[in-house]
């Protein structure tokens, strides 16, 4: 699975855009990339994950670039509930599943 | 209607004591994995199953004994509590095994603190 580099942490305006950087330079063309989130105290939620083209769903888009060496996940309207650990994750075929969480990047919005 | 349902939240045990944490989904899913949140807060896997066999042990040691009776299931039994097991411990759940276009469901963690 691809190696994947975050800020470890960033701030938002709460009703604002949160957009969350990923570095996956070492990625695979089958790898996918994920993002998954940790709010305080809670199991790791899933939130997005997209191979080459740009996906949006209820709770935010992702937007890989067109060598697929970076990613940028999308929060549109970040409320003080979104306030968590954002994972981005390289995960492909044949891994048998496992996920591989990095240090991730700590995102605190703020009102 | 809880997908994946780990039990008990929270469990104090004393050094040498062997414990067992539970894990229940309701998803149907075919892979199953436990995963631990050391005090650094760093996530990471310990074992898979999928359909009832084993698939990864990330070098865990032996005195943690996965077991799934059924593919709906995985429970984690602790042998001999040592100090440095206390963690976060994660049950997660997939519908296939190997591929890349998967999501995984996580469940609440149960909190181990082993004094």
């Known amino acids: 699975d691809a190696k994947t580099t975050q800020p470890p942490s960033m701030d938002c305006a709460e009703g604002r855009a949160a957009n969350l950087p990923c570095n996956h330079s070492t990625i695979s063309g089958n790898e996918y990339v994920y993002w998954y989130r940790q709010i305080h105290s809670q199991g790791p939620q899933y939130i997005i994950h997209?191979?080459?083209n740009n996906e949006t769903n209820e709770m935010a888009s992702l937007i890989i670039t067109e060598d697929r060496k970076s990613s940028t996940l999308i929060l549109p309207h970040a409320t003080l509930r979104d306030t968590a650990v954002y994972y981005c994750i390289g995960h492909g075929s044949g891994n048998t599943g496992k996920l591989i969480f990095g240090q991730g990047t700590t995102l605190q919005v703020k009102p | 209607d809880t997908a994946v349902s780990q039990t008990p939240k929270y469990l104090v045990t004393q050094m040498g004591n062997d414990k067992s944490i539970k894990c229940e989904q309701n998803?149907?899913?075919?892979?199953m994995y436990w995963y631990k949140q050391d005090s650094k807060k760093f996530l990471k896997i310990m074992f898979s199953?999928?359909?009832?066999?084993?698939?990864i042990n990330e070098t865990v040691p032996n005195r943690f004994s996965p077991k799934s009776p059924d593919k709906a299931h995985l429970n984690l039994h602790i042998n001999s509590l040592e100090l440095g097991d206390s963690a976060v411990y994660f049950c997660a759940s997939s519908p296939l095994s190997g591929g890349g276009d998967t999501e995984a469901f996580f469940g609440q963690g149960t909190r181990l603190t082993v004094v």
């Open positions: 997209g191979l080459k």
């Open positions: 199953y999928n359909n009832k066999e084993l698939i």
């Open positions: 998803l149907g899913h075919d892979t």
